[in-house]
């Protein structure tokens, strides 16, 4: 599976949008780029996932650029409640061995929300 | 609204206990899953099923053992608790196949420490 590149940290303004970018220039053509948060000391939360067209569900946009070497996540109306780390993932669909149901989060992108 | 419930927030066992740890979805997903994180490790996948009593091992599964009798429930067992075993247990589910795979929905976890 391709290796993905967030930025460590961000910081947003409540009310304006966030836009988080992810790097994963190795994508090949049936891997599909996943989106998940983790507020602190909770589970982390699937957002919103895509594979060449942009997606948007009431959590969240996804901008996959046209050669699919990146992607952005938008939150529209960013609130203190989305202050969380936020993982860009890239998977594709390998039956069998124990890669196959695992997901990998990297570091992240620590997104705090200012008032 | 999606739910995947974890039997305990936070518990505290003594080494060489037998701890059970319950996860219960109420989405009907076929797969459900198994991971521990730790600060600087990321999430670690320990076992997977993909339908009731069926079990695959994920990257860690030494230590512990699983029992899926009903779909909506999935069990992890520590046979003989060690304190390298505290740690946060994370119990998720997600569909059958396909990239909603990957969409996995995760219970709040479960924080256990063994003294």
């Known amino acids: 599976d391709a290796k993905t590149t967030q930025p460590p940290s961000m910081d947003c303004a409540e009310g304006r949008a966030a836009n988080l970018p992810c790097n994963h220039s190795?994508?090949?053509?049936?891997?599909?780029v996943y989106w998940y948060r983790q507020i602190h000391s909770q589970g982390p939360q699937y957002i919103i996932h895509?594979?060449?067209n942009n997606e948007t569900n009431e959590m969240a946009s996804l901008i996959i650029t046209e050669d699919r070497k990146s992607s952005t996540l938008i939150l529209p109306h960013a609130t203190l409640r989305d202050t969380a780390v936020y993982y860009c993932?890239?998977?594709?669909?390998?039956?069998?061995?124990?890669?196959?149901?695992?997901?990998?989060f990297g570091q992240g992108t620590i997104l705090t929300v200012h008032p | 609204d999606v739910k995947v419930t974890q039997s305990s927030r936070y518990l505290v066992k003594r080494t060489g206990e037998k701890v059970f740890l319950e996860c219960v979805q109420d989405?009907?997903?076929?797969?459900m899953f198994w991971y521990r994180q730790d600060p600087g490790l990321g999430l670690r996948l320990i076992y997977f099923s993909y339908d009731v009593k069926m079990k695959e091992k994920g990257d860690i599964p030494e230590g512990y053992s699983v029992s899926r009798e009903k779909k909506e429930r999935f069990s992890l067992i520590l046979e003989s608790a060690s304190t390298n075993q505290t740690s946060m247990y994370l119990c998720a589910s997600s569909p059958l196949a396909g990239p909603k795979f990957y969409e996995q929905y995760f219970g709040p976890g479960t924080r256990l420490t063994v003294t």
């Open positions: 989405m009907d997903h076929e797969n």
């Open positions: 993932i890239v998977r594709g669909f390998h039956a069998g061995g124990t890669s196959y149901g695992k997901l990998t």
């Open positions: 895509g594979l060449k």
């Open positions: 190795t994508i090949s053509g049936n891997e599909y």
